[in-house]
T-cell receptor, first 113, second 114 residues
Framework: AQTVTQSQPEMSVQEAETVTLSCTYDTSESDYYLFWYKQPPSRQMILVIR??????QNATENRFSVNFQKAAKSFSLKISDSQLGDAAMYFC??????????FGSGTKLNVKP | DARVTQTPRHKVTEMGQEVTMRCQPILGHNTVFWYRQTMMQGLELLAYFRNRAPLDDSGMPKDRFSAEMPDATLATLKIQPSEPRDSAVYFCASGPGGTYNEQFFGPGTRLTVL
């Protein structure tokens, strides 16, 4: 069965610093997709970044980048130059068979001014 | 600016009452998902549809929950009868299908069952 684990329930970072959120997953599949979603206090789920498992190159979106280690089944999110607006819950998600998403339990990120 | 809409945004009801939540997916999207979010369980997939047909509703309590798509512009999630343990935020998401089927989430319906 596919599972997604986020072992850090809460993290804090100083504004302008860098923080890394961890995510591991369990699968026997070779072709799948991974995502990071952000959920601010408004509750709106916002896609931050996605990674195709068949691509070795790590995805990057502006200040957000991932470290995808397929063999280790690890998919961490790095936020550079953290901003106050980055404070939110972050969910790691695994997509299998184009339809079924599995979400981790989330990491609450606090950004200190 | 295309977005998923959900109504109502908030619902307070008494145990035993019927609750219907509605979702309008983004025009052109052919997959629709219903999720429930609680502090204890996190985000749980309840059901999803492709081209209006239910593909998987294994995450949904069958005795009281039902999900339908009467047409391509409307998805409904119904709870009858509601119970206090159903209190949660219910999200609808839609996706264009295709290779990675990116999901676009609605703002959620916060349900409180007293």
């Amino acid at each position: 069965a596919q599972t997604v684990t986020q072992s850090q329930p809460e993290m804090s970072v100083q504004e302008a610093e860098t923080v890394t959120l961890s995510c591991t997953y369990d699968t026997s599949e070779s072709d799948y997709y991974l995502f990071w979603y952000k959920q601010p206090p408004s509750r709106q789920m916002i896609l931050v970044i996605r990674q195709e498992a068949y691509k070795q190159q790590n995805a990057t979106e502006n200040r957000f980048s991932v470290n995808f280690q397929k063999a280790a089944k690890s998919f961490s999110l790095k936020i550079s130059d953290s901003q106050l607006g980055d404070a939110a819950m972050y969910f790691c998600a695994y997509l299998y068979n184009f339809n079924k998403f599995y979400f981790g339990s989330g990491t609450k990120l606090n950004v200190k001014p | 600016d295309a977005r998923v809409t959900q109504t109502p945004r908030h619902k307070v009801t008494e145990m035993g009452q019927e609750v219907t939540m509605r979702c309008q997916p983004i025009l052109g999207h052919n997959t629709v998902f219903w999720y429930r979010q609680t502090m204890m369980q996190g985000l749980e997939l309840l059901a999803y549809f492709r081209n209006r047909a239910p593909l998987d509703d294994s995450g949904m309590p069958k005795d009281r929950f039902s999900a339908e798509m009467p047409d391509a512009t409307l998805a409904t999630l119904k709870i009858q009868p509601s119970e206090p343990r159903d209190s949660a935020v219910y999200f609808c998401a839609s996706g264009p299908g295709g290779t990675y089927n990116e999901q676009f989430f609605g703002p959620g319906t916060r349900l409180t069952v007293l």
